[in-house]
């Protein structure tokens, strides 16, 4: 547990999360307008998305099928009647006046998240319920000094709200449950997880309280839309909350809005309780009925999940549960692995998880490029591995190779003919070159002799590997240098 020290102890945070991950569909919830992001302003709008009188929604069975499969994937009862109703608050860019939404009836029920932490063991993370409901359109504040423009391009598109319980103690709790969700649904396809596109969004609930004692009174930050500004803005809110209470103050229930280049939050309007929603069912659309067949069907057909394939990878690969979580994270770079494992897992599996993970990963993240525009592919990563294995090259020549692959694309043992960085196997060269570092450094062999410093010889073998350029078999240098020197 996560606790924050005020002035009067320790204080709890309490942290639930509402995420609103948009469906991929080619089109709305209840419309055949387009979603495709980026298009112009008001380009991609209906009758029904732009409430014109006499309209009526049709729901989109796909949408369903999306939130369903998502359900499934977070291990939640799937209900097979739920129930649209409509949400009714005014707003520039909600046309109707109101949002179809699902409130007492939602399509998915309660389901659990196991995240994992670096420094800790795995937690699961309750869900309280999955619905579906239309998105709004978008007020823009920065066109014009005097007026806002409304874009509806994203009124009616299908969205999924993913509320958590408020399980979660920690801003780096709630970062491993955003990204374990987003991860999820990446996998069964149900949303791309784009925050910066806004196809997914977070709400943060939180509150403060001594241990032990009743929940307090929660606020809300709305749309959020990174795990970094999720995780600033609880610790800030946290923060304010115990500063305030302690000086003398009270939480009010409220909505609150965080300022990413200020690192801050800042009210917005007191937050509404459901009942002034006014929900009650749409009198245009049906209760929704879905058949058990046809959501086993789609359980069926479900790829296989970040949770099964870590333990897949534990199991088949031997591999730690670390590497393995970093390796299915995204489903594009557990591909990637099992791709460089070769047919037949042909490679070791661990010495593949760490070029994978650090070198390949490193080298990614540090030219900001995507798996699919990387300059080094699967079969060229596996080339390399394979070199080492046969011992043509040594572990640190490997790196240097690895970093000419990514400058120039080149496959590694072009590279290696090109150079000339085959590696040293002929005992008597190396004996020669282990001849020439002992006997230039006499005091260093005294004291590994004597047994006054036996870790020298670790100086020794990177001396000879240096007079050798990398190239001197390492094992063959160990082996050599301990046989003359007494070793």
Known sequence: MSLIQGETGDWEVVIGLEIHAQVISRSKLFSGASTAFGSA??????????????????????????????????????NLESVFERKNYFYPDLPQGYQI????????????????????????????????EQDAGKSMHDQ?????????????????????????????????????LRSILRYLGTCDGNMDEGSMRCDVNLSVRKPGEALGTRTETKNVNSVRFVQQAIEYEARRQVELIESGGR??????????RKGESRSMR????????????????????IEQAWVDELGGNLPELPDEKKARFIKDYGLTPYDASVLVAEQANAAFFEAVLG?????????????????????????GLDLKDAPVGAEQLGGLIDLIADGTISGRIAKDVFEEMWATGKDAAAIVEEKGLKQITDTGEIEAIVDTVIAENPDQAEQYRSGDNPKVIGWFVGQVMKASQGKANPGMVNQLLKDKLGG
């Open 270 to 289: 007191n937050k509404e309780e459901a009942h002034d929603y006014r929900y009650f069912p749409d009198p245009d659309l049906l209760p929704l009925e």
């Open 101 to 132: 939404s699902q409130y007492q009836t939602p399509v998915v029920g309660e389901g659990v998240i196991t995240i994992d932490l670096p420094d800790g063991p795995s937690r699961e993370i309750g869900i309280e319920r999955l619905h579906l």
């Open 144 to 180: 014009d000094p005097n007026k806002t423009f409304v874009d509806l391009n994203r009124s009616g598109v299908a969205l999924m709200e993913i509320v958590s319980k408020p399980d979660m103690r920690s801003a780096e709790e709630a970062g491993a449950y955003i990204r374990k």
């Open 41 to 78: 302003p008001n380009s991609q709008v209906s009758l029904v998305d732009a409430a014109m009188p006499g309209m009526l929604p049709v729901l989109n069975r796909e949408c369903v099928a999306q939130a369903v499969r998502t359900g499934l994937g977070l291990n939640a009862h799937i």
């Open 343 to 367: 047919e037949g897992g042909k490679r070791d599996p661990k010495t593949v998880a760490n070029w994978v993970t650090v070198n390949f990963f490193g080298a990614l993240n540090a030219s």
């Open 251 to 260: 939480v009010i229930l409220e909505t609150r809005l965080f300022d990413a």
